[in-house]
């Protein structure tokens, strides 16, 4: 017998037939004798509803009292399961993340958690039932209900599975696992076995949102079982993510190619080339809690040089709003910028041991005539900022050129 937290994502709850087959899923597995903790999203859609409602009362809405509001979309979700696994003759009990409580710092619509009280929990587990945990959401020392992030919902399971210590998290989404890139960008990707949890943790980071990164972080630090798997069939073990040293011998060198189409590119032309210029620009924009991606800063010639950095796209016209105002103290000569850039990256341990990746890769998009307008490299990954029109172009060259569309 073994606990096992199941998270169900926002397609897997999004009618109430699909409610009825999640509580029919969760009574098999109960049947084995296993303890279940499971943790929905709120049905599709409805938290792009939620904040749509409250943008047409303020553009720019309070972050307390929209959480407030999006935070409604799991209550709802985790009340119709409870009801429809009591249809199946299970026994089940629903809470929200401020009852259980699951404690969260005071960053609204993006906190984190600090802790989980699982007495509750453990209490109505041992007396048979199965426990519904809202996702997405808890509450800060004050009482106040926040959330987490969009797709948070990943993050409130792994938190739970490491909370309880659970012999294993599913994630249940409308795929069968995580894949080689985006199986809907490109339909020969392959579903992977296996993910190392660095590997995973690059692919989430840069833009594959089947996972959200932070549930990656927490399974990592605290050891959770963690597997991806579909809730529209059967059969089927996912993709686990493991521990390096777990991977079988023989790897491929890239595991896969992920994209972000949210990139926005900022550049300051003809700064001063002196010290303190970089922190000068970046600092500002960090006051105005705006996240930089990549950063260049060019070799200057006669005195000046050139800065650019990437924003989410969303942060696009503050970010320009920002340098407008520092341009004049810098003594910047323009300030232009580009919203339709995206980012595309290739990712794989097999990298470290590996030269040659890079040019590959530059090479490939060459010979498509795709333009790099920026570079970036770690150890186990390559990112190129490139036009977003050449997105998937590019997205599907690669998944080619490093035979990502071939069994391993
Ligand atoms: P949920 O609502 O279940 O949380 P998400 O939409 O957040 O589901 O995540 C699942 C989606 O992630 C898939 O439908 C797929 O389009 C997308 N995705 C992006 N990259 C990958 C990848 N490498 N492997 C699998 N799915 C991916
Ligand atoms: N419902 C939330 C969202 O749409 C959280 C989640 O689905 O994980 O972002
Ligand atoms: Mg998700």
């Known amino acids: 017998m073994a606990l096992i937290v199941q998270k169900f994502g926002g397609t897997s709850v999004g009618s109430t037939d699909r409610i009825k087959n999640v509580a029919k899923r969760v009574a098999r597995w109960k049947a084995q004798g296993h303890d279940i903790v499971v943790v929905p999203s709120a049905m599709s859609g409805e938290t792009n509803r939620l904040i749509g409602l409250a943008k047409e009362i303020s553009s720019n809405p309070n972050p307390r009292e929209l959480d407030v509001i999006a935070s409604t979309g799991e209550q709802v979700t985790i009340g119709l399961l409870a009801m429809a696994m009591h249809e199946e003759g299970l026994k089940a009990k629903s809470y929200t993340g401020s009852q259980v409580r699951v404690l969260t710092d005071s960053m609204h619509t993006k906190a984190r958690i600090l802790k989980i009280d699982d007495q509750r929990i453990r209490k109505d587990l041992s007396e048979g039932n199965v426990v519904i945990v809202a996702g997405f959401q808890g509450a800060d020392e004050h009482g106040n209900i926040t959330t987490l992030g969009r797709g948070g919902s990943d993050t409130s399971a792994v938190a739970l599975a490491a909370a309880l210590k659970a012999d294993e998290c599913q994630i249940y989404t409308d795929v069968d696992g995580v894949y080689t890139t985006d199986p809907r960008v490109v339909p020969e990707a392959r579903k992977l076995d296996t993910i190392t949890f ?62 972000n189409r949210d990139e926005a590119k900022l550049t300051v032309l003809g700064v001063p080339d002196r010290p303190g210029i970089a922190y000068q620009i970046l600092g500002p924009i960090a006051d105005a809690n705006i996240d930089v991606d990549m950063i ?14 990437t924003v989410n796209r969303g942060d696009y016209n503050k970010a320009l709003g920002v340098l407008e105002t520092v341009k004049g103290h810098i003594g910047a000569r323009e300030i232009v910028g580009d919203n339709k850039t995206c980012k595309v990256s290739a990712v794989g341990v097999g990298m470290r041991s590996h030269p040659g990746i890079a040019s590959q890769m530059f090479r490939t998009l060459a010979e498509e005539g795709i333009n790099i307008q920026m570079i970036s490299t770690s150890e186990i990954k ?3 900022v490139i036009d977003e029109k050449y997105l998937e172009l590019a997205v599907r060259i690669l998944h080619k050129t490093f035979g990502l569309d071939k069994e391993a």
């Open 198 to 259: 660095e590997e995973m943790l690059e692919m989430a980071s840069l833009g594959s949102k089947v996972l959200q990164i932070r549930s990656v972080e927490f399974a990592g630090k605290y050891k959770v079982k963690l597997r991806v798997l579909s809730s529209f069939q059967d059969e089927g073990e996912g993709t686990l993510i493991t521990v390096e040293e777990d991977k079988k011998m023989e790897q491929p060198i890239i595991s896969g190619i992920a994209f």
């Open 296 to 309: 260049i800063q060019n070799v200057g010639h006669d005195g000046t040089t050139d800065f650019s950095f």
């Open 382 to 384: 390559i990112s190129v």
